[in-house]
Nanobody, 122 residues
C-alpha cells in the first residue's frame, strides 16, 4: 500500500541546481529512513543519500558530498534532495526509497518510486 512518487527532475546546465521531491502515501514515514539512489542505462543502481526517520542523521555518497542535501518533512510525508553545482556525471534516473532499517545498499529498501530523470548538460 506504500507508494512513493518522485518529481522535480529535468534538464539543467552544468553548475545549476535542482530540487527533487519524494511524496509518500500509505503510511506515515516518520518511523522510516528514506534514501535517494540513481541509475544510468547499463549501470547498477547506486546510493546517493539517506536520512533517518527523525531527520537528525544523514549520509551521502562521496561523489555528492558538499553539493547535495537530503531533508524531510514528516508532517507532509515528503522527502527532498537539493542538488547544487550539478555536473554532467550526475545525469541519471533518480529514485526515492524507504527502509525500516538503515543502509546504503538498495537491497535494504522495501519500497521504491518510479524515478525521475535528471539531465545535466555540459
Amino acid at each position: 500500500q506504500v507508494r512513493l512518487e518522485e518529481s522535480g527532475g529535468g534538464l539543467v546546465q552544468a553548475g545549476g541546481s535542482l530540487r527533487l521531491t519524494c511524496a509518500a502515501s500509505g503510511r506515515p514515514i516518520a518511523a522510516y529512513a528514506m534514501g535517494w539512489f540513481r541509475q544510468a542505462p547499463g549501470k547498477e543502481r547506486v546510493f546517493v543519500a539517506t536520512i533517518s526517520g527523525s531527520g537528525r542523521d544523514t549520509e551521502y555518497a562521496d561523489s555528492v558530498k558538499g553539493r547535495f542535501t537530503i531533508s524531510r518533512d514528516n508532517a507532509k510525508n515528503t522527502v527532498y534532495l537539493q542538488m547544487n553545482n550539478l555536473k554532467p556525471e550526475d545525469t541519471d534516473n533518480y529514485y526515492c526509497a524507504q527502509t525500516a532499517g538503515w543502509g546504503v545498499n538498495p537491497i535494504f529498501y522495501e519500497f521504491w518510486g518510479p524515478g525521475t530523470q535528471v539531465t545535466v548538460s555540459s
